[in-house]
């Protein structure tokens, strides 16, 4: 408990919050390596969870590699980047980006899997092009399930992005680091509390983006939880079309 109080006391020291080593400074490289990370991660796995999900193909395929990428020891896939391209930014948000990866890739394919066949068969019978039926249909009716996904991968790089400090690339997980080597258990306590909260933070964030995220008319069994519906293909959206062709 004296150690929980000294951690509370060292967040809401004012001489922690000041200069380059401050909470602030460390939070924005924290929150800046984060949402880097996710843009380059969705930039390269939603086109192809979009693709994969709207033709069928592939899937064992990306299966397979998401399988193989979460096997991956993150620290050692950044000691290795380091070692091969040295300190800085990029070791770090490489390994990030293929931790996010993942979750990204199998909630988007999911998302669009997940939308009933009967809706798809009549937005086609409407005379639908394959770029209207994935933009207005398919996009619209998988976007809990995409969101989901982009959700659950926002937490583990915000967890992960500890290792950032790992070869001095900034981020909260300096404080673990200093603090180990000076035996300081109050700072190391006080920067994992930090951590802790701001992915709180996010998670509430994009608990209600997912929320927003369904269409109006819509069911999506997913919207409650994307953590796990990213890897429950199963889920089912469907609209309200679909009663009147039953």
Known sequence: MNLFAGAIAWIFDPANSVGANGIPVR???HVWITLLTIVIACAIAVPLGLVIGHTGRGKSLAVGFSGG????PTLGLLTILALWIGLGIEAPLISLVILAIPSILAGTYSGLEAIDRV????????GMTTWQL??????????PLIVGGIRAAVLQVIATATLAAYINAGGL??????????QDYEEVLGGSLLVIALAIVFEIVFAVLQRLAVPAGTTAASAGDGRRDAD?????????LEGTLQ
């Open 119 to 126: 809706t798809i068969d009549a937005a086609k019978a409407q």
């Open 27 to 29: 939070l924005w490289e």
């Open 69 to 72: 990428v979460r096997a991956l």
């Open 232 to 240: 429950r293909p199963e889920s089912r959206a469907s609209t309200p």
């Open 134 to 143: 994935l933009t207005k249909v398919e996009i619209p009716l998988g976007l």
């Open 173 to 182: 997980g300096g404080y673990a680091f200093s603090g180990l080597a000076n």
